[in-house]
């Protein structure tokens, strides 16, 4: 077929995306300069370019903060004034977080709901209520989407197949939630995990962490996951990728609200561990400290979830071939005092550990992470179209 020609409007936008992700990505402010250098343009041209986007808001251009001999040559920074709603629906509660383009988290509400038992449009009220919330504590931000987490298998972008601990199915949360105050509709949907994992890769909208390839594994009341690869997660070709939760320990073992058996969330998640330990599911994260102590039947808990943790993480790294993984939730609250032997048992397990072996960590999350991971999801479509906002 013949190949279509490239119009100029169409240069102008790649060419305004290239600058706004090269500003949003530098590890240290670049001025016009340094900038025409990266990406070897013109000085004329990348100066045009940059005028339009701090015209537009998406840029700023600051002096300094060291004084120079002579002329120095001004900053650029992301756009301070621009932000992105990020919504989660969770078991217990509801969040909602305004990040903005350089990944400050301008305003934020939280509310602790329980929200099984409600039905979606009950829920997603919630949701709504704190949205709209959060938009007035951010005052004049310019808001450029919105986007919602939920602990659930989602398809198309703002379908959710499947929720098994809200017990939701077939909800298309995009039309169901509606317009938030002045963020307007839905821009769209994503797991939980998935939107977790995503908080943890971009250290800031547009700039990747020191680890793009890793298996995020996330427990809650359930245990989601991710797969990061490249500094993206992999959500596979029905949106159901990372679903470690599900991933069977023990063909034997006890049901699971998914209908199967033995799967790692009936060992991992937070009312199993809380019941193995013989706590209060508000005491989990408290089972290393009291393990340390020396109660036995903690130290049996942490023992069992490391054996568990090492049955599904080292199926799924011999398999993609990641061989580090980062642990959120009450998993990387537990981590330290699983550390040692979650690793010796990965390496007894793995094929490649002798030359690469599993690198574990927790994650610096928050039961946030998810909401902010959505509003970079909105953050990242403006960094690759900012066109639209100018």
């Known amino acids: ?17 290239i600058v706004l992700q090269t500003v949003c990505g530098a590890p240290e402010p670049p001025s016009r300069a340094d900038l025409a250098g990266r990406l070897t343009m013109t000085r004329a041209t990348s100066a045009r370019l940059v005028d339009e986007l701090v015209e ?19 900053l650029l920074l992301p756009g301070s004034g621009v932000g992105a709603l990020g ?12 990040v903005s383009l350089r990944g400050d988290v301008l305003a934020q509400v939280r509310r602790d709901v329980d929200m099984i038992g409600l039905d979606p449009d009950e829920g997603l ?16 931000v310019r808001v450029v989407g919105t986007a919602l987490a939920i602990p659930g298998v989602v398809a198309d972008g703002r379908t959710l197949v499947r929720a098994p601990n809200l017990d939701w199915t ?6 169901r939630l509606g317009p938030v105050g002045r963020a307007g509709s839905l821009l769209e949907v994503g797991n939980e995990a998935d939107l ?24 809650t009341r359930g245990v ?39 799967c790692l969330e009936r060992y991992a998640a937070l009312e199993p561990l809380a019941a193995a330990a013989g706590l209060r599911p508000d005491q989990v994260g408290s089972i290393g400290e009291r393990a340390a102590a020396g109660d036995e039947r903690c130290v049996e808990t942490l023992a069992h979830l490391a054996w568990a943790l090492s049955v ?5 790294v011999n398999v993609v071939g990641i061989s580090s993984v980062v642990l959120g939730g009450h998993l990387g609250r537990l981590e330290p005092y699983i550390r040692d032997d979650l690793r010796a048992r990965l390496d007894a397990r793995v094929l490649g550990a002798r030359w690469a072996p599993v690198q574990v960590q927790a994650a610096s999350d928050t039961s946030s992470s998810p909401a902010d991971g959505a509003a970079l999801l909105v953050l990242r479509r403006l960094l690759e179209h900012p066109v639209g906002w100018l």
């Open 56 to 74: 537009g808001g998406l840029v700023d251009e600051i002096d300094p903060l060291v004084p120079r001999r002579g002329r120095p040559a001004r």
């Open 196 to 219: 977790a994992a995503t908080a943890v890769v971009e250290e800031a909208p547009g700039r990747v962490g020191p680890w793009p390839d890793f298996l995020y594994l996330s427990g």
């Open 170 to 175: 077939d909800v298309d949360l995009a039309a």
């Open 312 to 316: 599904a993480l080292a199926s799924v």
């Open 87 to 98: 919504l989660l629906a969770d078991t217990d509660k509801v969040v909602a977080r305004v």
């Open 1 to 17: 077929m013949p190949r279509s020609a490239v119009g100029q409007s169409s240069v102008r936008e790649a060419n305004l995306a």
């Open 125 to 140: 009220a919630h949701v709504a209520r704190a949205g709209r919330e959060v938009l007035d504590a951010a005052g004049s």
């Open 224 to 262: 989601g996951g991710a797969v990061v690869s490249r500094g993206r997660v992999v959500t596979g070709e029905h949106g159901g990728a990372g679903e470690f939760g599900h991933v069977c320990v023990d063909p034997s073992g006890p049901v699971c609200p998914c209908g199967s058996q033995g």
